[in-house]
């Protein structure tokens, strides 16, 4: 079978390898051939590296898509679903490493909603204190983004 192992961070200091190390030893105890795709990625309007998985999937040229957790494939609920059960509509395996999710059986299913709902609160946890935090440092008078007049370095 052949498998698409998808692996995103969402900073650039962030480390892939945490992700990359674990689903390739997986994918070579299933026996799997894969190919992995990385992505570093802040936002979750562009994830060009997740279409073009998406893309390869839907054309079946993988059997399979592993990911390391829920949250590292889609950041809302209703992303989520969509993508997967497009996927599976198309007869393609999704496989999520850390929650142990088998689709195919009723209870995998039941767990998968459960999970993604509990993914979106951790996500819609974490913005709320973020924003929060903004709005102290703001009402401490703190100076939030780059300096004034100063320009991202273009390489």
Known sequence: MKCAIYIRVSKDEMNLDNQKIVLEEYAKRQGWEYTTFEEKESTR??????????NLLRKREYDIILVRQLARF?????ELLMDVTELI???VIFCSYKENIDLSTATGKLQFHILAAFAEFEREIIRERTLDGLAR???????LGRPFGSKKKVI
Do not use: F, W, Y
């Open 74 to 78: 889609a950041r809302s609920l209703q």
């Open 89 to 91: 509509d198309k007869g």
């Open 45 to 54: 309007k562009t994830r060009p590296v997740k279409q073009e998985v998406m």
């Open 137 to 143: 440092a703001r009402a401490q008078g703190k100076h």
